[in-house]
């Protein structure tokens, strides 16, 4: 079946550094990734919508300078987050959404900032 | 109010029992409804879409009310391995095809 990729599952860095996560759709093409965003006990949060060749679509709250998305090819969307600070920390998940009715998600990248 | 809630839980149940979930959403526009497991520190996985006519999957039986805009998940004879945190999620049409909002999750724990 259909299958999402993320890069690194986990990392842990210093407040003040950026970090890039990869989402990648590995047998299908992805004209739109969904980046989502869990905090512990809480439920899955949209960030924002990615989209192959375009601008992404940010949710209300979601800071668009620092949470920089590229979707640059039809199989890979980026998520930066750009100067982590620890209540950066969380779980981000993509999902990647073949215009078919199911949704593929990521495994899922785990920040931890210091 | 929330766009997905859902019964908060924790359900604490012995094996074969039968559990129930409600989920309810507030955009009457959504035109999709699914129920995902997370198991801990993990993705969600989809667990079934939810159809109008209601459907069923071996033990788990999902129903769709659009008059009063819920969907519920029924699991028969629990087994120890369904204990997950279970969401419902929701997808409106239109601009936002695609786009599912989750709701909190429930945790359930089948215990001997």
């Known amino acids: 079946g259909a299958v999402v990729s993320q890069h690194p599952s986990r990392v842990i860095c210093k407040s003040g550094t950026s970090v890039k996560i990869e989402c990648r759709s590995l047998?299908?093409?992805?004209?739109?990734m969904f980046w989502y965003r869990q905090f512990p006990k809480q439920s899955l949060m949209l960030m924002a919508t990615?989209?192959?060749?375009?601008?992404?679509?940010?949710e209300q709250g979601v800071e668009k300078d620092k949470f920089l998305i590229n979707h640059a090819s039809l199989t890979l969307s980026t998520l930066t987050v750009t100067s982590a600070h620890p209540e950066d920390s969380s779980f981000y998940i993509c999902s990647a959404f073949p215009r078919t009715d199911t949704q593929y998600f990521g495994p899922g990248t785990r920040l931890t900032v210091l | 109010r929330k766009e997905v809630e859902q019964d908060p839980g924790p359900f604490n149940v012995p094996e074969g029992a039968t559990v129930a979930f409600n989920c309810t959403y507030s955009?009457?526009?959504?035109?999709?409804f699914f129920w995902y497991r997370q198991d801990c520190r993990k993705e969600p996985k989809l667990l079934m879409s939810?159809?109008?006519s209601g459907n069923e999957d071996g033990r788990f039986t999902a129903q769709l009310n659009r008059a009063s805009q819920y969907i519920s998940l029924l699991i028969r004879d629990s087994k120890l391995s369904d204990s997950a945190t279970y969401l419902c999620?929701?997808?409106?049409?239109?601009?936002?095809?695609?786009?599912?909002?989750f709701g909190q999750g429930t945790i359930l724990t089948v215990h001997p």
């Open positions: 990615s989209n192959e060749g375009s601008k992404a679509t940010y």
């Open positions: 955009n009457s526009a959504s035109q999709s």
């Open positions: 999620a929701v997808r409106a049409g239109g601009t936002s095809y695609g786009k599912l909002t």
């Open positions: 047998d299908f093409q992805a004209t739109t």
């Open positions: 939810v159809y109008s």
